[in-house]
């Protein structure tokens, strides 16, 4: 016997993380269910290379980088003349993983590709496999993807002045370019200190006042606008992005309305540090007052922001701000979403890569493989089951949102029906609240057990082993229930959608089509419970008062959640049947009472389950998981 020492006995070999696109089964599941088999072929190369590019020792490094050296104000506000000085400094890391984001057109996809309505689904892949190597950039990206939408959707429209398409139109221009030197974020500045979604008391005030001649700091010469903005923004991320979007207030009676405006124009009056005048630039009449320090999503820049004639353009109508800004919101609170799944299944890809190469005692001298222990591989293959189950919601969602901008497909050999036209809004109108409602507040406890899944060494903050930095994943997840609308705000709305006095009739046919329409491929009897859940649901909802059921508001938006889930899980099956796709099913419908009483010949089935069941669940049918792996790297 010999003592261990720092450098001697036993050193646990560090987990490697592989290509998730290959190796994660639920991905590679939705990849088949939603998407045309051509087209999938098509873009599995490009998927196959980003999911390796993710996993990069340079990656990892920027991460380290941009979560240790975090942004800061230069001078704290003030130069060494006291005179207040807003600058912000972030660093290369943070730079680096969002040029790496543009390089890869991760949003420019959606705008400069045609995949007709299936451009979301492709691009929400990509997200998925970025979100957690992302270190937040696509934070600032949700924005600029919600920003082209909605000034994409105005550049068709026949309203605006010549002046106005040329300034949306360039800053379109920017925020779809692949281009890092060109790429434009955005900020989406909402939130004051009277509320956080209720934006009814927004205290920021517009003023037309055309007569400011200014430039923006663009090489175009692009006009700041007619509106002087003056108010206090308590919480906007994205503090370095070249524009944003915001909401402020007109007049007393009209409610809030949205503006564009440039963060930065000349100020030829401004010395730079050489001492030659009128070629400096400043921000756009923004105070940076201070940034927030938040328990995660530390390295992206969030700050109080104070405006005095700020110059922008009104976007839309006057009064009419809500509307504008729903456009942003359906797209970040779908970026959101699918962040709290990029977590997710980067943490479960950790969890599986650390089970196998830890070992544990089980009695009499024995030692095993976690991979290889029946307790810890039911726990894993439990999560992955819900881990599926919210990711079959979120790229249906994703599905109906590309219908909606796209329209329908010419033609399709993908599994999920389209809706009929009518019914598309509808039925998204009620997707796009509760997909984030359920899967941003469930996703946070399934992200602690992966980091409880590594033990002591998931709670330590593994900067010197970032892949396995589980800890960094969990803190930025705990955030998607918090912005862009709390749990409750969210149930609420949903609630709204269904009980709404002219479309929450629209809105329940949607989901009597979606039932049916994604049932009739299961086999005849396995629907059954979920038809019989959906209709007390319905019923439910149809006969009592929106007052009355806002205390239960919550309840009603998980128990539809997890019956539309229940829908997908059938349909998955159907469509690409499996023992382990089947008992995943089983075990998801038998916990979410959504199945019936079970057969013997299912009872029967449920005894035989073993280990080497759930490893099929949690690594893939067919692959046996290696019981040790060398070496440490990635």
């Known amino acids: 016997m010999e003592p261990s020492s720092s450098n001697k006995g036993f050193i646990q070999s560090q987990p490697i993380i592989k290509n998730q696109f290959k190796e994660d089964v639920s991905l590679q599941r939705v990849a088949r269910l939603f998407l045309p088999t051509p087209l999938l072929k098509e873009i599995t190369p490009s998927l196959t290379r980003l999911a390796d590019d993710v996993l990069t020792p340079q990656i990892f490094s920027w991460i380290t980088d941009a979560e240790h050296s975090q942004p800061y104000l230069r001078g704290h506000g003030g130069d060494s003349f006291g005179r207040p000085v807003s600058e912000l400094v972030v660093t290369e890391g943070w730079r680096k993983l969002q040029e790496f984001g543009f390089t890869n057109a991760i949003i420019a ?19 998925h496999l970025w979100e957690a190597s992302c270190a937040n950039t696509l934070c600032p990206a949700a924005m600029q993807d919600g920003a082209a939408r909605l000034l994409q959707r105005h550049l068709f429209s026949s309203s605006l002045s010549p002046v106005e398409r040329q300034v949306f139109g360039n800053a379109y221009k920017h925020l779809t370019s692949r281009d890092p030197s060109q790429t434009w974020t955005s900020g989406q500045w909402m939130t004051e200190r009277t509320g956080g979604s209720d934006v009814s008391r927004t205290e920021t005030i517009a003023t037309f ?3 400011f001649s200014g430039l923006a700091s663009l090489p175009e010469n692009i006009p700041l606008g007619p509106w002087s903005i003056s108010g206090f923004k308590w919480f906007s991320s994205a503090t370095d992005s070249q524009m944003t979007i915001l909401l402020a207030k007109t007049s007393p009676d009209k409610g809030v309305s949205a503006f564009f405006a440039p963060m930065r124009r000349h100020a030829p009056s401004l010395v730079p540090v050489t001492g030659e005048k009128g070629h400096g630039t400043e921000l756009n009449g923004i105070t940076i007052q201070r940034l927030k320090h938040k328990f995660g999503t530390q390295s992206l820049p969030t700050a109080e922001l104070e405006l005095n004639n700020m110059r922008g353009w009104l976007v839309g109508q006057e009064g009419n701000g809500i509307h504008e800004i729903s456009t942003i919101l359906n797209i970040t609170r779908v970026h959101t979403t699918v962040s709290s799944m990029g977590y997710l299944g980067r943490s479960l890809a950790i969890a599986r890569s650390f089970a196998l190469v830890r070992e544990v005692g089980v009695g009499k001298g024995r030692r095993i493989p976690l991979s290889s222990h029946p307790l810890h591989m039911r726990t894993l293959a439990n999560m992955a089951v819900e881990y599926h189950s919210m990711m079959l919601l979120v790229f249906y969602t994703l599905f109906i949102l590309g219908l909606d901008e796209k329209g329908p497909p010419s033609s399709s050999s993908a599994a999920v029906p389209a809706p009929p036209k009518e019914l598309v809004g509808p039925l998204l109108r ?12 469930t996703t946070v406890p399934l992200v602690y057990g992966c980091m409880e899944a590594l033990g002591g060494v998931g709670y330590m903050q593994n900067v010197e082993s970032e892949h396995i930095n589980v800890s960094r994943l969990f803190r930025d997840a705990c955030v998607g229930a918090i912005w862009e609308g709390t749990t409750d705000v969210l149930a609420s709305d949903t609630l709204r959608a269904l009980k709404h006095p002219k479309t929450g009739g629209q809105s329940l046919a949607a989901l009597d089509w979606f039932v049916e329409a994604n049932l009739g491929q299961a086999k005849a009897d396995d629907g059954t419970a979920v038809r019989k ?3 007390g649901l319905k019923r439910r909802v149809e006969q009592g008062k929106q007052e009355d059921l806002l205390p239960e508001a919550r309840a009603i938006a998980f128990k539809l959640a997890e019956v539309l889930m229940g829908v997908l899980f059938l349909l998955d099956v159907a469509v690409n049947p499996g023992r382990e796709i089947e008992t995943m099913c089983d075990r998801y419908l038998s916990k979410k009472g959504l199945a019936g009483e079970p057969s013997t010949k299912k009872a029967a089935a449920v005894l035989k389950e073993d280990v080497e069941l759930d490893q099929g669940i949690v690594y893939g049918p067919g692959k046996e998981p290696t019981a040790k792996v060398a ?3 990635l």
Do not use: M
Not at 112 to 118: A, L, R, S, V
Not at 430 to 441: A, D, G, N, P, Q
């Open 209 to 211: 006042d055309p007569s």
């Open 109 to 127: 996809i959606n705008y400069d590709t045609d995949f007709g309505p299936y451009n979301r689904l492709v691009q929400f892949l990509r997200c």
């Open 533 to 535: 859940q959906w209709a």
């Open 631 to 633: 070496g440490s790297k």
């Open 430 to 441: 009620v997707l796009s609240s509760l997909h984030k409602s359920y899967v941003c507040e």
